[in-house]
């Protein structure tokens, strides 16, 4: 997709994306994530406001990230803590952090918001060239599903109560397996249009480009607690690899 912008989505949402992410499982994640780790130091690409990096690091890990939204980045270094974590912005399909790590992390469909297959790719490839040898690469996203879409158009209620309503509209390309969507945020404040394209790929799509950067799925649960992934799954937590060389 030409003149793509990685810092657009952090532009948009930046001031509000801690609220529009308060029901996510959190404390499962951690929980996983350190035990994954090992002891060993943490990347997490696109760390944003510091969801999950934050309480990894009060956990005793060393955590570094890479984002490619300042405004992203501020938030996260307004809260307690948030200025000791070495954070460098840019594409995390591109842009190198100093040093070697245990674990490479990549959530809550972050992976998508890269424009192209191409640009997936290489971020599995820069994953691989931080990780120490044995080092493991996290991701978690979405299972694709187009039986959700009528006429490739979709509108979805995300959330509803007194205060607030969250409302999806997407459009499906699917010969660029590639979702338009656009998030409609309504509150006593007002009404925020929160856009969020997605280049969506399938979970044996994703083992495959792990294998062009050396590494291979060591596990796929249905989320952060581990649950068998299976044919009606709608999400996964995937654990690459990197092989010993």
Same mark, same amino acid.
């Given at each position: 997709?030409?003149?793509?912008?990685?810092?657009?989505?952090?532009?948009?949402?930046?001031?509000?994306?801690?609220?529009?992410?308060?029901?996510?499982?959190?404390?499962?994640?951690?929980?996983?994530?350190?035990?994954?780790?090992?002891?060993?130091?943490? #990347?997490?690409?696109?760390?944003?406001?510091?969801?999950?990096?934050?309480?990894?690091?009060?956990?005793? %890990?060393?955590?570094?990230?890479?984002?490619?939204?300042?405004?992203?980045?501020?938030?996260?270094?307004?809260?307690?803590?948030?200025?000791?974590?070495?954070?460098?912005?840019?594409?995390?399909?591109?842009?190198?952090? *100093?040093?070697?790590?245990?674990?490479?992390? #990549?959530?809550?469909?972050?992976?998508?918001? %890269?424009?192209?297959?191409?640009?997936?790719?290489?971020?599995?490839?820069?994953?691989?060239?931080?990780?120490?040898?044995?080092?493991?690469?996290?991701?978690?996203?979405?299972?694709?599903?187009?039986?959700?879409?009528?006429?490739?158009?979709?509108?979805?209620?995300?959330?509803?109560?007194?205060?607030?309503?969250?409302? *999806?509209?997407?459009?499906?390309?699917?010969? *660029?397996?590639?979702?338009?969507?656009?998030? #409609?945020?309504?509150?006593?404040?007002?009404?925020? %249009?929160?856009?969020?394209?997605?280049?969506?790929?399938?979970?044996?799509?994703?083992?495959?480009?792990?294998?062009?950067?050396?590494?291979?799925? *060591?596990?796929?649960?249905?989320?952060?607690?581990?649950?068998?992934?299976?044919?009606?799954?709608?999400?996964?937590?995937?654990?690459?690899? #990197?092989?010993?060389?």
């Amino acid at each position: 997709m030409g003149g793509f912008d990685a810092s657009a989505y952090g532009r948009a949402i930046a001031d509000v994306y801690d609220e529009m992410v308060e029901h996510l499982p959190t404390g499962p994640a951690v929980e996983r994530v350190v035990r994954l780790a090992e002891g060993g130091p943490i #990347l997490e690409f696109g760390i944003g406001t510091g969801r999950l990096a934050l309480p990894l690091a009060a956990r005793g %890990l060393a955590v570094s990230g890479i984002d490619a939204s300042p405004d992203m980045v501020a938030v996260l270094r307004g809260k307690p803590g948030g200025d000791r974590i070495p954070v460098t912005i840019g594409d995390f399909s591109e842009v190198r952090a *100093e040093g070697r790590f245990a674990l490479v992390l #990549l959530a809550f469909n972050t992976v998508f918001a %890269l424009p192209s297959q191409d640009a997936q790719v290489r971020c599995f490839h820069n994953a691989a060239a931080h990780l120490r040898p044995g080092g493991r690469f996290v991701i978690e996203a979405w299972v694709p599903d187009p039986t959700a879409f009528h006429d490739r158009t979709s509108l979805r209620l995300l959330s509803l109560s007194d205060d607030e309503v969250v409302v *999806e509209a997407a459009r499906l390309s699917p010969a *660029e397996q590639f979702m338009h969507t656009t998030r #409609l945020r309504m509150t006593p404040d007002g009404l925020r %249009l929160l856009p969020a394209n997605h280049r969506y790929a399938w979970p044996c799509e994703l083992d495959l480009m792990a294998r062009l950067a050396g590494m291979r799925r *060591e596990h796929r649960w249905a989320d952060w607690s581990g649950a068998p992934f299976t044919d009606d799954s709608r999400a996964h937590v995937s654990v690459y690899r #990197l092989l010993e060389s």
